[in-house]
């Protein structure tokens, strides 16, 4: 589902696949945050789709698990 936010942006949701990374990698939200310089809880937030993340930091977030950006996030399809 396409949403338009209060500033007549289009809001895409997005899903990902940081939980199952983390623990390939057994990796706890705390370290992964300290690995892309955020906290725990902006970690925890992406994750539990909450918060979607800058591109830069999408980009941080899959160089340290050597993925594509779309490897880690992608769009969920609309109705």
Known sequence: MVAVDRHRV???????????????ANWSQLELAMRVGVSRQAINAIETGKYDPSL????????????????VF?????D
């Not at 830069?56 to 490897?71: G, H, N, Q, S, T």
């Not at 992608?74 to 609309?78: I, R």
């Open 74 to 78: 992608e769009l969920e399809e609309g």
């Open 56 to 71: 830069p930091l999408a980009m941080k977030i899959a160089r340290v698990f050597d993925r594509r950006i779309e490897e």
């Open 10 to 24: 289009v809001v895409l949701p997005m899903k990902n696949r940081l939980k199952v990374l983390r623990a390939e």
